[in-house]
């Protein structure tokens, strides 16, 4: 490909390539600092839909080893979107290492707390405000649960802020850029984990608290059943299914081992003192 | 080295590895995995000659043919269950078949759907009862539904609605539509019972198929999986009376000219011992292996003249020109619609 940059994020090895400069050049800005792989594990291209489209009203493709067939392509000023729907859908449907859960995941005396929740349920926000105050960010898109012992691999990617977040991340003061306006998802802003996320990207530690956050509803706190958790990361898992035994038996240890709780709260200040305070009870 | 000649030669010698770059690794590794052929690759590579971060890579590979062989097994025994009732022969193909045969061929081998034969005229009652068991079509189109029915060697595919995997329903291994017309009720009377109810079918016609598949039928995309697959069985069932019996079925099916071309294919590149008078180059064969060796170090396929070609061509074998037009006729305008 005529540009590439590669990325260590936590285990995971990326390759990147473009028929462009900007989506890579605009990545390797937000990835500086990160290692680079030995070997990649994964590859995203972004590409022209048809070769003419590398110049007339540029559009990207997302392809790599692994794709879906109705992926929609995203304009040219949005690349770095592109790059890291890329990555993620990568992630996604090929990694088989750790059982993957859609939930964001911070760290605290040598145990994690995960999030897990549908887009807009405000785990990316939180996670990212936790990470801002004492806790250390793991991830705020999927937690790598190990097969063999269950304890919880980082994956430290740039947080994805989307509309409110932006803002209630800059208003704890955060630094929340680039931002790309007009996504298919509205306002995405992205924040970079701090130097000691980085720095510990390699070191795992066990969960102890699993929560189901709701964003925008009074404040609730609902214990849940394992069983009914195990039901929920089942749906909130991308690779439970190809993993088979392994992932059946890494998703029951770990709803059998750890409390989990549905909580709503109605704004970013109230969710962090909640979960402030369920930490320290669990 | 381009990286399916990388990949090639891993197959064929693997101790060629040795002292590969991390760069012709990722390379290597991208197009193993672009070709379904990453399973494969990790079987036949000690892990301990290896960086560690490439043999990270080819365990979660070896883990993952591990699953889908139980996963594409467990299938077989479902459909098993759902057509015992029906009393009638159910041969499985390609990968399952590999797999439930403890084949070579199956070795880390990728299996996506379930293949199965059954005689043509219990087509409908084999439907009925998939269908009572969960399978349904996967989408609803009158005029593709109406296309497998008439012209294709097999059903229109069906997915299970809970395990979400498709079956595909074969009556013969060719398109009626296309020129040669393999013997259907030879590949059914040859099978050989695996004694678990289901049958695979005998090691000539196992030959004949894969090569028709690659040869006969498409494009050729994923054609160095299904060439390994030749090599695998070619090896595994040599012997004098082997080949006899293959040069046999080939003719008896109409599949001389493929099954000699699949085989000098396989010799040339994964070099499979054959016997004298099966080796060579025949006519064409240097496009072929053009069109086999397209996929680049970043998993895309090159040669996009040679791609077309065979994909003009995939099309021109399986129909009549008349035909051709018709078909293509109405797929563009219903695109366009």
């Known amino acids: 490909m005529r540009h590439a940059h590669a990325v260590r994020v936590g285990a995971v090895g990326f390759r990147i390539g473009a028929a462009w400069r900007a989506p890579v050049a ?53 690349g770095l979107l592109a790059a890291e729907m890329g990555m993620n859908l990568q992630v996604a449907l090929g990694w088989r290492r750790h059982l993957l859960l859609h939930a964001s995941a911070v760290e605290k005396d040598g145990r994690v707390l995960l999030m897990s929740g549908a887009s807009g349920s405000g785990k990316s926000t939180l996670a990212t405000l936790l990470g801002m105050s004492g806790w250390r960010f793991l991830g705020d898109e999927f937690a790598f649960v190990a097969l063999d ?8 990617r740039a947080a994805s802020l989307k509309n409110g977040a932006i803002e209630a991340v800059r208003a704890a003061g955060g630094t929340v850029g680039p931002v790309l306006e007009g996504t298919p998802k509205g306002a ?65 240890r770990l ?28 | 080295m381009t990286a399916a000649r990388l990949l090639v030669a891993a197959l064929r010698e693997p101790a060629s590895v040795a002292g590969l770059s991390p760069a012709e690794w990722t390379a290597l590794l991208t197009a193993a995995r672009a070709e379904r052929l990453i399973g494969t690759l ?30 594409a097994l467990w299938e077989a025994e479902m459909a098993r269950r759902a057509l015992a009732p029906l009393g009638c022969l159910v041969v499985l193909l390609k990968g399952t078949a590999f797999a439930a045969a403890g084949l070579d061929a199956g070795q880390g081998r990728s299996i996506g759907d379930l293949d199965i034969l059954v005689p043509r005229e ?57 020129r040669p017309t393999p013997d259907a009720a030879a590949l059914l009377a040859d099978a050989v019972p695996l004694g678990n109810g289901l049958s695979v079918l005998s090691p000539a016609d196992m030959v004949v198929h894969a090569a028709a598949h690659m040869l006969a039928d498409g494009d050729l995309a994923g054609g160095l999986r299904n060439l390994w697959d030749i090599d695998r069985l070619l ?28 085989v000098r294919l396989a010799h040339g590149l994964y070099g499979t011992p054959v016997p004298e008078g099966w080796a060579g180059w ?56």
């Open chain 1, 26 to 78: 605009a990545l390797a800005r937000l990835y500086e600092g990160y290692p680079a792989p030995e070997v990649a594990d994964l590859t995203v291209r972004l590409e022209p839909q048809r070769p003419w489209r590398r110049w007339v009203r540029p559009s990207v493709e997302i392809a790599g080893d692994y794709w879906l067939p109705d992926a929609a392509p995203l304009p040219l000023e949005q």
């Open chain 1, 188 to 252: 995405i802003g992205y924040w970079r984990p701090p130097a000691d996320a980085l720095a510990r990207m390699a070191e795992a530690a066990p969960p102890a608290l699993l929560l189901f956050p709701r964003f925008g509803h009074a404040e609730a706190v609902e214990p849940m059943p394992p069983s009914e958790a195990f039901m929920r990361l089942t749906q909130a898992s991308t690779n439970y299914v190809a993993l088979g035994e392994a992932g059946f038996a890494t998703l029951a």
């Open chain 2, 122 to 178: 219990a087509l409908g009652e084999v439907e009925q009862a998939l269908r009572a068991a969960g399978w349904e079509a996967v989408k609803e189109d009158d005029y593709d539904d109406a296309y497998y029915r008439r012209w294709m060697h097999e059903l229109p595919p069906l997915i299970h609605r809970e395990r979400d995997r498709m079956i595909d329903v074969h009556h013969t291994i060719l398109p009626p539509t296309a």
């Open chain 2, 42 to 71: 990790a079987h036949r590579i000690d892990a301990r000659q290896v960086p560690a971060a490439v043999a990270r890579i080819l365990a979660d590979a070896r883990a993952s043919a591990v699953q889908e062989r139980r996963a």
């Open chain 1, 149 to 156: 012992d269950g304890r919880i691999h980082p994956f430290p």
């Open chain 2, 282 to 337: 025949g006519g064409g064969d240097a496009l072929y292996r053009r069109r086999l060796l397209v996929r680049d170090g970043w998993g895309r396929q090159g040669h996009a003249v040679t791609r077309l070609g065979f994909y003009v061509r995939s099309h021109w074998l399986r129909m009549p020109p008349l035909m051709l037009a018709r078909h293509l006729w109405t797929k563009a305008t219903r695109r366009a619609a």
């Open chain 2, 235 to 262: 090896r595994e069932f040599a012997g004098d009376e082997f080949w006899e019996a293959l040069a046999g079925r080939a003719a008896r099916h109409g599949l001389t000219a493929p099954v000699c071309r699949a």
């Open chain 1, 255 to 282: 709803v059998g081992t750890v409390p989990a709780l549905a909580i709503d709260y109605p704004d970013s200040a109230t969710g962090l003192a909640l979960v402030e305070r369920l930490w320290s009870e669990a």
